[in-house]
């Protein structure tokens, strides 16, 4: 392209690239020292030339850099912090996993800054001092030592790091609550577009905006029954019913409470009283989500090129699917092919075929038709549940 003057137009902003300011100058310079002048790559007059026209591109270039700041999204760094702050959110930082622990000894033992640690060789953190009460046992809420989806399953935090008299046993019966990286631009511009809709139109998307706008909360779904009879799902009639995963449960309920219309009732397994301006309290009801496991069975059949790589390249496909599953939503049997398939390196000459498919929830017995979700349900997927058959 031969050099033009930066302009913006519909499309957005329009700058001349280094190559076009280089040439024009090597142009000008000829009208002005005569075409005969000496321009070529070893010449001291094109060095010069060629570093002005690098410093002018670099300008340029920094001005479609700040152009493209304004909008969230193409923003990134403090830019788009700053246009988060305008819609009353920001960029969330890493936060820690917890696991609540069943704490074994001799009554009375005081732990004072007492670690323990998984299977997987995680640190985590106990309360600052933890004491055995007369029962012999506690339950105490461990934090990860670093931030992160550090994860463990149940039975899995069992091991004492700092051994201390009379503390026998740490195990925890529930799994941990995995804590998040710190957030990535292309998710914060995904809550930007959320946290806009916070003065939606519509009351419902007002309400899902708030929830998934709090800190923690990594999911949400809003149901609503505007019938006056009670709907498939259990959800009593002219009521919502708010799935929630993450969060803390002051602050969802206190989402729920000012964005839901007046009148409408909250349906759920977690309750919260939230006392208004007035001082009259209201008992707001949310589901947290509950975490379905699905087994997968993979079968494959090697072709020319295969090797054992592609194995854990369709694991991870297809774990990656089921993870990014919205709350509610049936794994759909396709959809594992899909997933299983994408991990090929060709399509017209694969070193694999896929050649069947079943699955379903943990324990039940694995078939070729989509998994049921229900609607307070996501599916979630494991290394060790995800099978692939060569064949």
Known sequence: MAYFEPFIDEAGIHVPTYTDILDHLIEQARLIFG???????????????????RL???????IVI?????????????????????VG????????????????GTAATVINNGVAKDVSNNNWYLPAIVTIPASGYIYATLTATVTGPITAQIGELNQIVTPTLGWDSINNEEAAIPGSNVESYESARSRYS????????????GTTAAILDLDGVTRARVYENDTSITDVNGIPGHTISAVVEGGVSLDIANAIFFKKGPG????????????????????????????????????????????????????????????????????????????????????????????????????????????????????????????????
């Open 66 to 86: 700040e152009y493209n700041q304004r909008s969230p999204r193409s923003a990134f760094g403090a830019a788009l912090a700053s246009l988060m702050k305008l």
């Open 194 to 205: 959320v946290s806009a809709s916070l003065p939606s139109r519509t009351v419902l998307e």
């Open 264 to 391: 409408c009732g909250t349906y759920g397994d977690i309750s919260q009283v939230i006392t208004d301006a007035y001082g009259n309290p209201t008992t707001v009801n949310y589901y947290e989500r509950i975490l379905e496991e699905v087994e997968v069975t993979v079968t494959i059949k090697a072709l020319s090129g295969y090797t054992t790589s592609y194995e854990d390249d369709i694991k991870t496909n297809v774990i990656l699917y089921l993870n990014n599953n919205t709350i509610g939503e049936d794994v759909i049997n396709s959809s594992l092919w899909g997933a299983a398939l994408s991990a090929s390196n060709s399509i017209i000459n694969p070193a694999f075929a896929v050649t069947a498919v079943t699955a379903a929830k943990l324990g039940d017995s694995q078939t070729i038709n989509d998994v049921d979700i229900l609607f307070n349900e996501v599916s979630a997927g494991d290394v060790a549940n995800i099978t692939v058959v060569v064949t």
């Open 89 to 104: 959110s920001d960029i969330n930082s890493p936060t820690y996993s917890t696991c609540v622990c069943r704490i074994e």
């Open 56 to 62: 002018i591109s670099d300008a340029m270039n920094a």
């Open 35 to 53: 075409n005969d002048i000496y321009l070529e790559n070893d010449a001291q007059d094109y060095q010069w030339i060629s570093i002005n026209a």
